[in-house]
């Protein structure tokens, strides 16, 4: 049980640790809190363009509105092309953290084979059974993780509810980008060998993908 709580605060540090790490990026983009952020130039920009509504005939008044919102087009372009940036970071980090997982599984998987045949004589394999959970361990930093023992002393693992590890087996995922049926490039998590998705929301992972998928385009509907 203590175990199983533990993973899952790996599980949750993960998500908060990625979620974090972007919105600390995204204010750093937005230039927020700051005088040269987009909302101060947005309300410069406002402010011009009441002063030249009011004196429609001041000249000096109209070239500054003007000047005002051509700083307020670059700063939109920026921080629409940074945001691109991000989820092009975004895509990489998704890609090693897939690489990461594979690693993890597939030592897993080796693990099991040596705890089995170490055990044969009934006696346990302490010393790898404590590296085979350490590895446990850090693959639920990426996803909700849970297993289940065989009687030969093999985990079968599953990983966001689909399942990753069967005893001396292991099956990679892979980060496909793809754009979906209203044009928006996506990012999902599938099997690499045969290409089924399966949907990812919790850990490291759970919250790259969710920042990409859902928070960063929003953003960027917003400018």
Do not use: C, H
């Not at 809190?33 to 987009?38: D, F, I, Q, R, W």
């Not at 790898?128 to 297993?147: A, H, T, W």
């Not at 693992?157 to 892979?174: K, R």
């Amino acid at each position: 049980m203590l175990d199983a709580n533990l993973r899952q605060a790996y599980t949750r540090q993960g998500f908060a640790e990625s979620e974090n790490r972007i919105l600390v990026e995204l204010d750093t983009i937005l230039g927020e809190p700051s005088e040269n952020g987009l909302a101060s130039i947005i309300g410069e920009f406002f402010n011009e363009w009441s002063n030249a509504a009011n004196d429609p005939e001041n000249s000096s008044a109209r070239d500054t509105l003007i000047q005002k919102g051509q700083q307020l087009t670059s700063a939109f372009n920026r921080v629409y092309q940074q945001i691109n940036n991000s989820r092009a970071q975004i895509t990489q980090e998704v890609n090693a953290a897939s690489n990461k997982i594979n690693q993890l599984t597939t030592q897993i998987s080796d693990m099991n084979r040596k705890i089995s045949y170490s055990e044969v004589g009934g006696e346990q394999a302490n010393d790898l059974r404590d590296k085979r959970d350490l590895l446990i361990d850090q693959l639920s930093e990426y996803g909700k993780v849970n297993f289940v023992e065989s009687s030969q002393g093999m985990y079968n693992v599953t990983f966001e509810g689909v399942t990753l590890v069967a005893g001396a087996l292991s099956s990679d995922i892979e980060a496909n980008d793809f754009t979906n049926s209203m044009g928006e490039r996506q990012l999902q998590i599938q099997f690499k060998e045969s290409e089924q998705s399966f949907v990812v929301t919790s850990g490291r992972m759970g919250s790259m993908l969710k920042q990409y998928n859902e928070y960063l385009p929003e953003q960027m509907n917003k400018l």
